[in-house]
T-cell receptor
Framework: DAKTTQPPSMDCAEGRAANLPCNHS???????VYWYRQIHSQGPQYIIH???NNETNEMASLIITEDRKSSTLILPHATLRDTAVYYC???????????????FGKGITLSVRP | NAGVMQNPRHLVRRRGQEARLRCSPV?????VYWYRQLPEEGLKFMVY????????ESGMPKERFSAEFPKEGPSILRIQQVVRGDSAAYFC??????????????FGQGTRLTVV
């Protein structure tokens, strides 16, 4: 079962920042927050992950609240090609067999409008 | 998607035939995961394998489905006696040896199975 809650959908204007929220109020201290996206019917694409510090890479920034109960994925300048389903996933830090799998919820559908 | 190769990309099978889906992980990755996505639905975990071992098959249907990841060669997801309900996209992901949790899994482009 997914341990995260995301709104079903949101939209933003092209060129603007897209801020995608995620609640993970039951996250454990040894769990990472991962973000993936799936564009149309393609394979899921890894975006970013973090434990407790904010993270940034060439695709996005991940802001995790101090209590780690929620996070926000930020796409700084959304383009039409960023239209996709975005998944927020929590995953244990130290794998013990079955715990290493990624469990996908329904995700949030981001629509970027021209 | 960092080199996870799945083939074939599209597969058509008649009811009752066998389907074999192949997944070559990223070079150096020894962990493979299979997921299924039914039309208009989310990604559902099926099975997690390390080289020559099945670690977690909690998402695999009990009958007709099997998976392997041999010491040499790709991982294979095998579906025997396919039925129309098996029509779906099957995705494979791989990750490197896990020392800590700080590692991402990379997905392939999937195999779209159509049962006619």
């Amino acid at each position: 079962d997914a341990k995260t809650t995301q709104p079903p959908s949101m939209d933003c204007a092209e060129g603007r920042a897209a801020n995608l929220p995620c609640n993970h109020s039951t996250i454990s201290g040894n769990e990472y927050v991962y973000w993936y996206r799936q564009i149309h019917s393609q394979g899921p694409q890894y975006i970013i992950h973090g434990l407790k510090n904010n993270e940034t890479n060439e695709m996005a920034s991940l802001i995790i609240t101090e209590d780690r109960k929620s996070s926000t994925l930020i796409l700084p300048h959304a383009t039409l090609r960023d239209t996709a389903v975005y998944y927020c996933i929590v995953r244990v830090a130290h794998y013990t067999g079955a715990n290493s799998k990624l469990t996908f919820g329904k995700g949030i559908t981001l629509s970027v409008r021209p | 998607n960092a080199g996870v190769m799945q083939n074939p990309r599209h597969l058509v099978r008649r009811r009752g035939q066998e389907a074999r889906l192949r997944c070559s992980p990223v070079k150096g990755h020894s962990h493979v995961y299979w997921y299924r996505q039914l039309p208009e639905e989310g990604l559902k975990f099926m099975v997690y394998l390390q080289k020559e071992n099945i670690i977690d098959e909690s998402g695999m249907p009990k009958e007709r489905f099997s998976a392997e990841f041999p010491k040499e060669g790709p991982s294979i997801l095998r579906i025997q006696q396919v039925v129309r309900g098996d029509s779906a996209a099957y995705f494979c992901a791989s990750s490197r040896d896990i020392v800590s949790g700080d590692t991402e899994a990379f997905f392939g482009q999937g195999t779209r199975l159509t049962v006619v």
